[in-house]
């Protein structure tokens, strides 16, 4: 089945800094990639998802990056702010629909 | 709130006992999924149903069973359990075409 690895498993970062989490999975069959947003004691949320057919993909100070051929993908996340505390996943599947296949999380800490 | 509504939001228990936790997906959405989350395995996909059928398993025990009803809620049932099935268990679903699962509030279990 399919493995998703992901790091670093916690980042810490200052206000307004980049921050990069890079995940690799397994499968070459999985064409769908999306990244949820976990603060504490809430549930995951979707905040961007990309498929094998792209490249990069951005949402304001979020993009994502896919390389299909190394099998690892990327989320970017610019001018950091506290907010953006959380633990954030990646994840893979066969297509959206279909069970979602997590790496263990990154805690990212930013600090003003 | 996403429309996932699970129950209970809490669950102390004893070992040994069985347990049920109740998932109710967005209105309209076919798929079912359920997740486990603990500390140390991140979230783990256990089974999905979509309209009423199994779609796929995950690393769900053999102690631990679900079904999805002709209404589409689900029911996920924990038996004999052990101090280790301690965790968060979310219910996500997903309609047919969309790109996002949406994740309900989640399950605390707590076993004793």
């Known amino acids: 089945g399919e493995n998703v690895e992901q790091h670093p498993s916690t980042l810490s970062v200052q206000e307004g800094d980049s921050a990069v989490i890079k995940c690799t999975y397994s499968d070459s069959a999985s064409n769908y990639f999306p990244w949820y947003k976990q603060e504490l004691g809430k549930r995951p949320q979707l905040i961007i998802d990309?498929?094998?057919?792209?490249g990069e993909k951005k949402d304001q100070r979020i993009a994502v990056t896919l390389n299909k051929t190394a099998k690892h993908f990327s989320l970017h996340i610019t001018e950091t702010q506290p907010e953006d505390s959380a633990v954030y996943f990646c994840?893979?599947?066969?297509?959206?629909?279909?069970?979602?296949?997590f790496g263990k999380g990154t805690s990212l800490l930013v600090t003003p | 709130d996403s429309g996932v509504t699970q129950t209970p939001k809490h669950l102390i228990t004893a070992t040994g006992q069985r347990v049920t936790l109740r998932c109710s997906p967005r209105s309209g959405d076919l798929s079912v999924y359920w997740y486990q989350q603990s500390l140390d395995q991140g979230l783990q996909f256990l089974i999905q149903y979509y309209n009423g059928e199994e779609r796929a398993k995950g690393n769900i025990l053999e102690r631990f069973s679900a079904q999805q009803f002709p209404d589409l809620h689900s029911e996920l049932n924990l038996s004999s359990l052990e101090l280790g099935d301690s965790a968060l268990y979310f219910c996500?679903?997903?309609?047919?075409?969309?790109?996002?699962?949406?994740f309900g509030q989640g399950t605390r279990l707590t076993v004793v």
């Open positions: 996500a679903s997903s309609h047919t075409g969309d790109t996002e699962a949406f």
């Open positions: 990309i498929r094998s057919n792209v």
């Open positions: 994840a893979a599947s066969i297509d959206s629909g279909y069970a979602l296949n």
